[in-house]
């Protein structure tokens, strides 16, 4: 499987500011990679599809202009938390698709985002 | 609509015995199905996991049971040790006609093996 840096772990914000989270595939290319968000003792709920060079998949009830999402290498995706508010208070993870199904797909870290 | 589900929020193990976590599903069009072992604050770590044409696969301490008329897939972890204590999370792959598919995860279950 891949190897998946996401930075920063740990952030605090202002509201409306905006976050920027940076998620690397260092030993992988990856043209797709996964925005997860998971709130307190709840599933992992997948945001969007993260796809190089082309715009991405956002999943339904996701506002796509409140979580850009770049990615312009296929090394690296990041997801930007526009104009944070405390309810986008949340631990995101990213996911690097490698190897297929069989070896499941690589997660990054996380990112636990407040915003105060 | 929760497509795939985890009913027990949590399970309380003798270290020694056997561990055994369910998932249920919904969606026939899932043609994966993945185990993930999540510590808080960290990302998840892939564990095992079976395609939708096969009914049993194992690694070491691990096996995955899948009964496609039911709709229904098992964790089973045997001996549980200490150290497997963690929040195990069910996942489910739909292809969707492209290399790679989306995962849709379970609530997950709160593993916790007593010395």
């Known amino acids: 499987g891949a190897v998946v840096s996401q930075h920063p772990s740990r952030v605090i914000c202002k509201s409306g500011t905006s976050v920027k989270i940076e998620c690397r595939s260092l030993d992988f290319q990856a043209t797709t990679m996964f925005w997860y968000r998971q709130f307190p003792k709840q599933s992992l709920m997948l945001m969007a599809t993260?796809?190089?060079?082309?715009?991405?998949?956002?999943e339904q009830g996701v506002e796509k202009d409140k979580f850009l999402i770049n990615h312009a290498s296929l090394t690296l995706s990041t997801l930007t938390v526009t104009s944070a508010h405390p309810e986008d208070s949340s631990f995101y993870i990213c996911?690097?698709?490698?190897?297929?199904?069989?070896?499941?797909?690589?997660f990054g870290s996380g990112t636990r985002l407040t915003v105060v | 609509d929760q497509q795939v589900k985890q009913n027990s929020p949590s399970l309380s193990v003798q270290e020694g015995r056997i561990s055994i976590l369910n998932c249920d599903y919904t969606?026939?069009?899932?043609?994966?199905f993945l185990w993930y072992k999540k510590y808080p604050a960290e990302g998840p770590t892939f564990l095992i996991s079976?395609?939708?044409?096969?009914d049993k696969n194992e690694d070491g301490r691990f096996t995955v049971f899948l009964n496609k008329s039911a709709k229904h897939l098992s964790l089973h972890i045997v001996p549980s040790q200490p150290g497997d204590s963690a929040v195990y999370f069910c996942?489910?792959?739909?292809?969707?006609?492209?290399?790679?598919?989306?995962?849709?995860f379970g609530q997950g279950t709160i593993l916790t093996v007593h010395p």
């Open positions: 079976i395609s939708s044409i096969k």
């Open positions: 993260s796809n190089e060079g082309s715009k991405a998949t956002y």
């Open positions: 996911s690097v698709p490698s190897g297929g199904a069989i070896y499941g797909y690589t």
């Open positions: 969606n026939s069009m899932f043609d994966y």
């Open positions: 996942a489910a792959r739909d292809a969707g006609g492209t290399s790679y598919g989306k995962l849709t």
